[in-house]
């Protein structure tokens, strides 16, 4: 079955640290791949997507994440955190229809 | 981008009460939507599909008869939870599109069954 793992459930960082969370897929073929940002008790907003072509993708709010096909993975990555980056993170991805597989989350807190 | 408006935002009803989610599409036509529940420190599930004019598709495990979905219109697409009980509270959130298109999800409605 296709799945979606998110390995840390919880990550904390200090303001200004760096920030890489992350994210591995199932399944053999190659899925369009998403992370989503949501804070609390709000919707979904996509940072970044994977589609196809360069392996390194650029987010809004300074979010880079790479597809790294022998690993089946898409990790999450940001160089300096901002506090107002807590917030819980999902990976996702899906396979030529429009049906969204979501990870399990990680909680971002960060410390000033 | 696309804007889904969902409401309400949250909603306390006794159980075995019935409630109605709206999800509506603001700027654009939608003959798909989707709906999708949160359990609380828990990922987003699938719920069901919805079509315009025609019945939702709904994933394996969730109850078509309690879970009712009505997409009579391209801007308009309603989850109801019929006779809640506490177990069905939870985060219900909308979107449209995906794929090989950006999604865009509705703010959610947080459901408490008391």
């Known amino acids: 079955a296709q799945s979606v793992t998110q390995p840390d459930i919880h990550i904390t960082v200090s303001e200004g640290a760096s920030l890489e969370l992350r994210c591995n897929y199932s399944?053999?073929?190659?899925?369009?791949l998403f992370w989503y940002v949501q804070s609390p008790g709000q919707g979904l907003q996509l940072l970044l997507k994977?589609?196809?072509?360069?392996?390194l993708v650029q987010g809004i709010k300074g979010f880079e994440a790479e597809f790294k096909r022998s690993q089946s993975s898409f990790n999450l990555r940001k160089p300096s955190v901002h506090w107002s980056d807590a917030a819980e993170y999902f990976c996702?991805?899906?396979?030529?229809?429009?049906?969204?597989?979501f990870g399990t989350g990680t909680r971002l807190q960060v410390f000033p | 981008g696309a804007v889904v408006s969902q409401h309400p935002s949250w909603v306390i009803c006794k159980s075995g009460t019935s409630v109605k989610i709206e999800c509506r599409s603001l700027?654009?036509?939608?003959?798909?939507m989707f709906w999708y529940r949160q359990f609380p420190k828990q990922s987003l599930m699938l719920m069901a599909t919805?079509?315009?004019?025609?019945?939702?598709?709904?994933e394996q495990g969730v109850e078509k008869d309690k879970f009712l979905i009505n997409h009579a219109s391209l801007t308009l697409s309603t989850l109801t939870v019929t006779s809640a009980h506490p177990e069905d509270s939870s985060f219900y959130i909308c979107?449209?599109?995906?794929?090989?298109?950006?999604?865009?999800f509705g703010q959610g409605t947080r459901l408490t069954v008391v």
């Open positions: 996702a991805v899906s396979y030529n229809t429009d049906k969204l597989i």
């Open positions: 994977y589609f196809s072509g360069d392996t």
């Open positions: 399944y053999g073929a190659t899925p369009y």
């Open positions: 979107s449209y599109g995906g794929g090989a298109t950006e999604a865009f």
């Open positions: 700027d654009f036509q939608a003959t798909t």
């Open positions: 919805s079509n315009e004019g025609s019945k939702a598709t709904y």
